[in-house]
């Protein structure tokens, strides 16, 4: 009973406490120095989507949009809002429009990813017609958004499966 209970209190305080050195050692991120007060120019090549997948780790639904906002930017696409009158004359009902404009040289693969799953075989695609459809796809663009940032070497790995490592790691200890 003395060693178990000895046991009991040794993992009670150790346990936060390693969990506390891991985190502390391998876990933070290193400090930087002061930014720059105005930069003129972007500070790399790296597109919207990376850019907030590396600020907070997560490939979140703003990360996409921003994706797609930036292929409109760049040429790729083409969006536009539509207004229908409603039901006799009254309220109107709006929706967004997407054209695929076609020149699509160069994209990253999550870009190519995206576009194939927004717009299938068509040229056009309503908002609308995606509400049902498009959500299927966002694992697979998340997975990609990460693997861009690996690939880059951002990264040594994916930041879902450090959180899955460590998720699994903490499960354990409990």
């Known amino acids: 009973n003395l060693a178990l209970g000895a046991l009991g209190l040794f993992l009670l305080v150790g346990g936060p406490l390693s969990v506390?050195?891991?985190w502390y050692t391998q876990g933070r991120?290193?400090?930087v120095g002061l930014a720059a007060e105005y930069v003129a120019?972007?500070?790399?090549?790296l597109p919207p989507g990376a850019a907030g997948t590396l600020l907070d780790e997560k490939a979140d639904?703003?990360?996409i949009i921003a994706t797609i906002v930036d292929l409109a930017r760049r040429g790729v696409i083409h969006m536009e809002e539509v207004k229908e009158p409603g039901f006799l004359g009254i309220g109107e009902r709006r929706d967004h429009r997407f054209h695929r404009l076609g020149n699509e040289e160069g994209l990253r693969p999550y870009e190519k990813y995206l576009i194939e799953r927004l717009f299938g075989k068509h040229q056009t695609r309503d908002l609308s017609d995606l509400k049902e459809r498009f959500y299927t796809a966002i694992p697979e663009i998340k997975k990609r958004l990460y693997q861009e940032l690996v690939d880059r070497r951002l990264f040594v790995r994916s930041p879902e499966s450090t959180r899955s490592i460590y998720m699994g790691l903490g499960l354990l200890v409990l």
């Open 20 to 22: 506390l050195a891991l």
């Open 29 to 31: 991120d290193l400090p």
């Open 61 to 63: 639904m703003q990360e």
């Open 41 to 45: 120019d972007p500070p790399s090549d």
